[in-house]
């Protein structure tokens, strides 16, 4: 992967003209990530084509997360025009490959992602916010019908999935629209880091940029239903429970309706976007999360809230053409 040309002189003016640009995994975005490494030191530069993305938002979360005492990378050099960012470094600890190595730690890492939750529920989204309300909501799971019903040779009843989705909604886009909070969307074990800090600071937050105000249990759903890697049903409703109790909420009963119903809607759009990531922008590696994610999907559909979506999917999408198909190599 072959930095920006404008890279050199961006790290030039900024005090890091004797570094070396080093490749970093990337993420399904257009945006790239490179190691900045000088004698002492070293940062990670976030290269962001400004014609396909605004690091702006990135910026603002990123600055209102540090605000509320977690940890966010600190901006170290900022061209907006050229769509670079120069960021604190927070090393390589991903929970992910932490937890492949050694899953001993799971729970207590994922107590602590369960507090950072907490603590972002505590508080109101910031103003201004764009809302994660039923339109963009809505928008989100027609993926489904775009690029999953298509690439698995489904023709689909897409009024009927319509109307089924607007069944659900009812009081979950009540509750966003009354109290929402900060949602950021992408919580998951490989957009979290573990640093060397205290309390909430000990996980480090990537991949915010796209933070909307919206219910609590959407990330919450992101974080125990991650698409890459398993979490087990005994881990996923340990750490309901404990993030149930830590908020002290007084309706246990309708806040699980609310998390299988994002659930639901997460899952159904994460199983478009990972077919689009495939057909349109050649990402193939994604499919080999399909069959987990319809393993989560299938638990959300289990919940009687809901039922409409359910009686879609028995009457649209058959067993050959859920996780059964990629599994068996049928791409």
């Known amino acids: 992967m072959i930095p920006p040309s404008t890279a050199p002189d961006f790290l030039r003016r900024n005090g890091w003209g004797d570094a070396e640009i080093l490749p970093l995994a990337g993420d399904a975005s257009f945006r790239r990530y490179f190691r900045v490494v000088a004698p002492g030191r070293s940062a990670v530069l976030m290269d962001a084509p400004p014609d396909k993305e605004d690091i702006g938002p990135f910026i603002a979360i990123a600055a209102e997360l540090n605000a509320r005492g977690l940890s966010a990378p600190e901006m170290l050099?900022?061209?907006?025009?050229?769509?670079?960012?120069?960021?604190?470094d927070f090393g390589d600890r991903l929970v992910g490959p932490v937890l492949r190595d050694d899953p001993a730690p799971e729970r207590a890492i994922y107590s602590d992602a369960i507090h950072v939750l907490d603590a972002l529920a505590r508080r109101a989204a910031p103003r201004g916010l764009a809302p994660y309300d039923a339109a963009v909501m809505q928008r989100e799971v027609r993926l489904f019908t775009e690029w999953y019903a298509p690439a698995t040779g489904l023709q689909v009843d897409e009024a009927g999935f319509d109307a089924a989705w607007a069944a659900v909604w009812g009081d979950v886009l009540d509750v966003v629209a009354g109290d929402p909070v900060l949602v950021l969307r992408d919580y998951h074990a490989d957009n979290l880091l573990l640093l060397d800090r205290p309390g909430l600071k000990r996980l480090g937050l990537l991949d915010f940029q796209d933070a909307l105000a919206g219910h609590p249990a959407y990330d919450l759903v992101s974080l125990l239903q991650d698409a890459r890697r398993d979490v087990t049903p005994e881990l996923e409703e340990a750490m309901l429970a404990?993030?149930?109790?830590?908020?002290?909420?007084?309706?246990?009963?309708?806040?699980?309706a609310h998390y299988e119903i994002l659930?639901?809607?997460?899952?159904?759009?994460?199983?478009?976007?990972?077919?689009?990531?495939?057909?349109?922008?050649?990402?193939?590696?994604?499919?080999?999360?399909?069959?987990r994610v319809w393993g989560y999907l299938e638990r959300n559909l289990a919940h009687p809230a809901l039922a409409p979506v359910k009686r879609w999917f028995d009457a649209n999408v058959p067993a050959a053409a859920r996780a059964a198909h990629w599994m068996q190599g049928s791409v």
Request: no cysteine; glycine share 12%.
């Open 77 to 88: 050099a900022v061209d907006r025009e050229l769509g670079l960012l120069l960021l604190e």
């Open 242 to 256: 404990e993030y149930l109790a830590a908020g002290g909420r007084a309706d246990p009963d309708r806040f699980r």
């Open 263 to 291: 659930g639901a809607q997460r899952n159904t759009k994460i199983l478009g976007i990972f077919t689009r990531l495939w057909q349109r922008d050649g990402k193939a590696g994604y499919l080999a999360f399909q069959p």
